[in-house]
């Protein structure tokens, strides 16, 4: 996890309000008892540690290396506990539970690893002064404070101090990864919301724009393609009206996509076989032109048979629409390989590869979402078709690809019939 600007500085104010917190409790414990820990030496500490938080502040502020500041912290603290807990005399007090906010610190600000090696490096110190003041090396802090233990009962209390602190560290970290998934959830959920409404957005839009120019379109391409047939026409010209033919099939397709996202209409089911599915739709693409001689099909799909409880048209669109992709990412030729699993009473999974230009970080996120094309002339409709047929069967939808190391789409469909509209889009690099 990278460490934020914002991490260091709750660091730091957590910190102050800490140090506050146990001086105020230090100074009422004390004014009831004068046995709890020399005042004087703990007041040193406690104005070093705010001393330490305006240094802190400072590397905020101008330092920018965020997360050797927060490691510095980590280290700092756990020598100004452990000073803390010398002067309060050891085991004879109760200050090493302090060690416990560093590695809660740690597990927030940086990482799980780093709050272990908190933990560990928390042992290995209490561990050290509690040998040297148990074995003479080390003298106490105060003559009042030397206790007579076995020397069982001081490894006891040790190991049961280390075992507090990892046990504090393994929980934070279970806490801060809860706390983290959380906020990614959240942070998919609203980026969920942003495409939905985008695609309620294109779905009023493409009702008007469909009434409004489909009628026109179909009869400026039927009357080009009369004049076409009856008039003698040079190369040129005959160019020409193929370029107007072709592109009012073009915004005829976007129309038909548009239509398709704002008004799905009734759709019929029934047990299909989805291999043949595929097979009729790259019998399609072989007819339009959009699959040649430069690409190759690869996979399972000639020789299984997966039979799924859909409307065969709305998988026609999904396989044209990405093997349409996978095609316009092979410029060159490339091979698509196509692959069905089935586990009969749990789901179906489809897979798409290629070993086209592969995409780009920012090209991922923004993947499924409407107007959104990283293809020269898309119109960056076809995935946001196939996104919402996903979503009439509660389906999943995984992307793995890196630049220029092709791409793999995963569809999973559940096998049942009741299906909620909302569908999983995970995002993976591999």
Do not use: C
Request: charged residues 20%.
């Amino acid at each position: 996890m990278k460490t934020q600007k914002r991490h260091i500085f709750w660091f730091i104010l957590i910190r102050a309000i800490a140090v506050t917190s146990i001086l105020v409790a230090v100074v009422i414990i004390q004014s009831s008892t004068s046995a709890f820990i020399p005042v004087v030496p703990f007041y040193y500490l406690v104005l070093l540690a705010y001393l330490l938080s305006l240094v802190y502040l400072g590397f905020y502020l101008w330092w920018k290396q965020y997360s050797v500041q927060a490691y510095v912290q980590t280290v700092i603290d756990l020598l100004l506990i452990t000073g803390l807990v010398y002067i309060s005399g050891g085991l004879s007090g109760s200050m090493y539970l302090l060690y416990v906010f560093s590695v809660v610190a740690a597990s927030v600000v940086l990482n799980n690893r780093a709050a272990y090696i908190t933990a560990g490096l928390s042992a290995i110190l209490f561990g050290l002064l509690v040998d040297g003041l148990y074995f003479g090396i080390i003298p106490y802090f105060s003559p009042d404070q030397y206790r007579e233990r076995s020397l069982g009962l001081v490894l006891f209390t040790m190991f049961l101090a280390w075992s507090l602190i990892f046990l504090i560290a393994f929980l934070a970290n279970y806490l801060a990864n809860s706390l983290r998934q959380a906020r990614e959830e959240l942070r998919l959920a609203q980026k969920e919301l942003e495409i939905k409404e985008r695609l309620a957005t294109a779905g009023r839009f493409s009702a008007q724009l469909a009434h409004e120019v489909r009628n026109p379109l179909a009869a400026i391409s039927g009357a080009v393609q009369v004049l076409r047939g009856e008039l003698s026409l040079d190369g040129e010209q005959r160019s020409l009206m193929d370029i107007v033919v072709k592109e009012s099939q073009r915004v005829s397709q976007s129309i038909e996509q548009f239509l398709d996202l704002a008004s799905p209409g009734q759709q019929v089911f029934s047990w299909i076989n989805l291999p043949g599915i595929l097979e009729e739709t790259l019998a399609l693409l072989r007819a339009s032109g959009e699959l040649d001689g430069r690409h190759l099909l690869a996979g399972n799909y000639p020789s299984v048979k997966v039979e799924y409880y859909g409307n065969p048209n709305q998988f026609k669109q999904v396989f044209w629409n990405l093997s349409k992709n996978a095609f316009k990412a092979m410029p060159q030729g490339g091979i698509l390989s196509v692959d069905f699993f089935q586990d009969k009473k749990k789901s179906v999974r489809v897979r798409f590869a290629d070993t086209g230009r592969g995409l780009t970080e920012e090209e991922r996120q923004h993947l499924f979402e409407p107007f959104f094309s990283h293809f020269e002339n898309g119109h960056g409709l076809g995935l946001v078709v196939v996104r919402s047929i996903v979503d009439d069967y509660d389906g999943r939808i995984e992307v793995r690809s890196e630049p220029r190391n092709g791409t793999e789409i995963n569809l999973t469909f559940p096998m049942k019939e009741t299906r909620p509209r909302t569908a999983v889009l995970e995002m993976t690099r591999q």
